[in-house]
């Protein structure tokens, strides 16, 4: 998969979307390959969820375009009913019981199955006789969780689906998307802020920030693009000059950066300036450099410390 | 798969690459598929499957079509090799360090280790 | 067209409200009437007729405000497209207005059968709203309801596009329309010309051709407003 032919299921051209008071993307331009899971990463109001609306045919963009599997999503029934998405909040009539939203669900997808429902309905406990709106937030987003995997839709679409799931719900979650998803891949994207939980299951990341695209990368070549150096400052900050520096934190006369290079090159060359070396997790390179251009921005020197361990 | 670990490919390769050194995945056996390790680890299946063919490109493990891969013969030993040529790098460097940092010459070095064998 | 009709089904999801509440409304209306007409003389006049059976149309056209406020951003998040839903709609309520309508015609029946359930009771077909042949008067109970609907429906996309300050603006906007044309007709002094307009028109018009007519134009002007609506 990592190699070979592959082709986009998504492609946005250019995108930009204006509300009335701000800008929430800007010029984007990206694309989610088929049947891959792709993380869709960024800080709250970052753009996140106006993307999806985008690529959901819930929104039209103020400029620039949006494919899916060929064509525009906006009003388009050939292509919806082959999307999926699982928007955070989704509203459902007031008297509606759960088994009325998978009796709709069945109706509208072309590839619902009915026998992922019922097991994923065992799975999180959910009784198909209760109103929706007398469940639990957990419970609500299980429902939208089944729904969005029994829906089978070649591109499903997570806006956050785990808000308000414990541990185990969301663990849940995880090994049955995976479990589906290796049984009949598809393509899937997934909005969240618990990067460290569900790091693993990405095959691609996508990162906004502030409307705009800091980082589109497959996963594993981004956890090899960056090393966590620590040792004595002056030491560190002589090496970080020679690279590219992310983040920088120090404590007494210690410092910790994070450096955009190989993980073999960063045992050689940090190596040889006598400092420890580390692989960079996914969480800390997405947090590093958030914080970067957010620092950029203010034109600050160093971001806070403390911060870089603070996220979701 | 441990996330502040590097590549994940790696981490799958290297834990059958243990696998196959510790003798609990032997020659001509089949390996876990890429489904499996995934469901097992938690991770995509296209990161593990990356972790297979890396082994494959290696050698170490073969493609048998439809039925799916499996432990090379002499792939143990030449694992084996690899490691052994490894082995200064991995674990006598960051020994030396620490031993500088505290000051303990290679010679007391050396004595623990005469030490340690003798036990 | 197949995507159309599962919209329509999904109208169908869980249909007891839908389908049951406005009956429920009706029911009480109607034995309060029975009730009343049996313990007074109400039905001696000639005419006896009943205004109640309104409630019915307008329990209809709040269940149709709430299933575009409630189902169109559920079907929309079951991916349906804004116009398949509206089309999927339109078709579900126009079979509702020929079952409601057929409905009707039979209690008319009924009513005319038992001389007003025996108290003279008009209720389900007041005033010109009767007519002589049940097919007709399918109709003539239909087109209303057709109308009800589509307001209803045209009301659920002000909301669900606008907001409350949009649903406020049309009651608004509607209230100032009919007073201004009201005063403009007194102003032309043009009162008894409506009134003769009115009079010179058929019932079958009356009843049939201007609420369908009604129901076509709330149809054609709420359609463009649903294509922008965000869930």
Redesign the interface.
């Given at each position: 998969m990592a190699t070979g032919t592959t082709t986009a299921a998504v492609t946005v051209h250019d995108v930009t979307m204006r509300y009335r008071e701000h800008t929430a993307l800007d010029a984007v331009t990206t694309s989610f390959e088929k049947d891959a899971i792709t993380g869709l990463l960024g800080r709250n109001g970052a753009g996140k969820t106006t993307l999806m609306q985008l690529v959901s045919g819930h929104r039209v963009p103020t400029s620039g375009s949006i494919r899916v599997f060929g064509s525009s999503p906006y009003e388009h029934d050939a292509v919806l009913r082959d999307i999926c998405f699982i928007k955070e909040g989704q509203r459902y009539p007031d008297h509606f019981r759960i088994s009325d939203a998978l009796t709709a669900a069945a109706v509208l997808f072309p590839n619902w199955d009915a026998d992922l429902a019922a097991s994923l309905m065992r799975d999180f406990d959910l009784p198909a006789k209760r109103n929706i709106k007398k469940l639990s937030r957990g419970m609500t987003s299980a429902v939208g969780i089944v729904i969005g995997l029994a829906s089978r839709a070649p591109l499903t679409v997570f806006d956050e689906p785990y808000l308000g799931l414990d541990a185990v719900a969301r663990q849940l979650f995880y090994d049955r998307l995976l479990a589906d998803y290796a049984e009949s891949p598809r393509t899937v994207v997934l909005s969240t802020h618990l990067i460290e939980e569900i790091a693993p299951l990405l095959e691609r990341v996508l990162l906004i920030d502030r409307g705009r695209v800091l980082l589109d990368a497959d996963t594993e070549s981004l956890r090899d693009s960056a090393v966590t150096v620590t040792g004595p400052t002056d030491k560190v900050q002589a090496f970080a000059r020679r690279h590219e520096l992310l983040h920088a934190e120090s404590l007494g006369g210690h410092m910790r950066a994070v450096v955009r290079m190989g993980e073999a090159q960063g045992h050689r060359a940090a190596g040889a300036a006598g400092l420890s070396v580390e692989p960079t997790s996914l969480q800390q390179l997405i947090v590093a450099m958030s914080l970067q251009t957010s620092t950029e921005r203010a034109s600050r020197p160093l971001a806070p410390a403390a911060s870089l361990e603070e996220v979701s | 798969m441990n996330e502040d670990a590097g590549p994940i490919f790696r981490q799958v390769a290297a834990e059958i690459e243990n696998a196959i050194v510790d003798g609990s995945l032997a020659e001509e056996a089949q390996a876990p598929s890429s489904n499996e390790l995934a469901a097992f680890h938690r991770i995509n299946p296209a990161t593990a499957a990356k972790g297979l063919n890396e082994l494959v490109s290696d050698g170490v493990l073969y493609k048998r079509r439809g039925v799916g891969m499996f432990v090379a013969t002499g792939a143990r030993e030449q694992l084996l090799k690899r490691r052994r040529s490894e082995f200064a790098d991995q674990y006598v460097r960051p020994l030396m360090t620490e031993a500088q940092k505290l000051g303990i010459p290679a010679r007391d070095i050396a004595a623990m280790i005469d030490e340690w064998e003798g036990q | 067209m197949n995507?159309v009709l599962?919209a329509a089904?999904?109208h169908l999801?869980?249909p007891?409200?839908s389908l049951g509440i406005p009956w429920l409304v009706v029911a009480i209306s109607f034995a309060i009437n029975i009730a009343v007409w049996h313990l007074t003389p109400a039905g001696e006049d000639d005419g006896g007729f009943s205004g109640g059976v309104l409630a019915l149309y307008i329990t209809v056209l709040v269940v149709y405000v709430?299933s575009v406020t409630?189902?169109l951003?559920?079907?929309?998040?079951?991916?349906?497209?804004?116009?398949?839903f509206y089309l999927g709609t339109a078709l579900f309520a126009v079979g509702q207005a020929l079952y409601y309508g057929i409905a009707i015609a039979v209690l008319v029946a009924i009513e005319n059968a038992t001389d007003g359930w025996g108290a003279g009771l008009s209720y389900w077909a007041p005033g010109p709203f009767e007519v002589d042949t049940f097919l007709l008067q399918v109709l003539a109970s239909g087109a209303p309801m057709l109308a009800f609907i589509f307001v209803g429906v045209g009301m659920g996309v002000v909301h669900q596009r606008y907001g409350q300050a949009g649903t406020w603006g049309l009651i608004i906007g509607t209230t100032v329309l009919f007073g201004g044309v009201s005063i403009l007709v007194t102003w032309l002094d043009a009162w008894a010309s409506v009134a003769t307009w009115f009079s010179e028109q058929s019932t079958a018009t009356l009843t049939i051709g201007l609420p369908a007519a009604l129901a076509l134009v709330v149809a054609l002007a709420s359609f463009p407003g649903i294509?922008?609506v965000?869930?």
């Open positions: - | - | 995507r599962q089904r999904l999801v869980n007891l409200v709430q409630h189902l951003p559920f079907a929309m998040g079951l991916s349906v497209s804004r116009r398949t294509r922008r965000v869930p």
